[in-house]
């Protein structure tokens, strides 16, 4: 067992029991963000529909996003290309954006990084295709906060490609671009990520059930 001492308070505490009191903390903050995901109930159903339209009709879906973001996009893709719950169900054709690093740094190196995903949206997309964008943030065009994000949805309307996100905190710029938009409404990018899975896993579900 290991013990710190507070010299401010002159005592002696149990590093176990701080690390417990932190763990419950973040389980019944995340029990929080399960409400939040609640809450958009009627926007993930429309997304949800959206998603198995674009599938049933033998079209393309792009995902993408940046860090976690980015490293959950490539988990739902992986989810349909292979199988999710249902082993027997057939695959599908999705592409996550940010999965080639060598073009990724070809492309960052010789131009610039931020037009990169529209790069990715110009030669996969067709129209009629779904662009699914994850982001904690949603975007700001004037500070450039995920402009690589933006620029990607923006390519996607001149292409008659649909735009769908899930977004956090107020949803930011994305949201003007997006066709369908779920907001985790909370500033803790943790939480909003804990959200986005719950709702890419259940979207997994209904792909399962429908297919």
Known sequence: ???????RKHEIINLKDILMKKILDYIFQSR????????EEKNIEQLNHTILSTLANNNRILICGNGGSSAQASHFAGELIATFEKKNRKGFSIIDLNSSIPALTAWSNDF???????RQVINYGQEN?????????GGNEKKKHSINLIHAAKACKKKKIKV??????GGGDLK???DICVIIRT?????????????????CKKIDLFF
């Not at 929080?32 to 809450?39: E, G, H, I, N």
């Not at 610039?112 to 529209?118: P, Q």
Request: no cysteine; charged share 15%; aromatic share 10%.
């Open 1 to 7: 067992m290991v013990y710190l001492y507070n010299l």
């Open 32 to 39: 929080t963000s399960l409400d939040l995901v609640a809450k």
């Open 112 to 118: 610039e990084y931020e037009s990169f995903l529209k």
């Open 129 to 137: 295709d779904l662009l699914i964008i994850l982001s904690t943030s």
């Open 164 to 169: 769908i996100s899930l977004l956090g905190n």
């Open 176 to 178: 003007k671009y997006s």
């Open 187 to 203: 500033q803790s990018t943790p939480h909003i990520q804990d959200a986005h899975m719950i709702i890419l896993h259940y979207i």
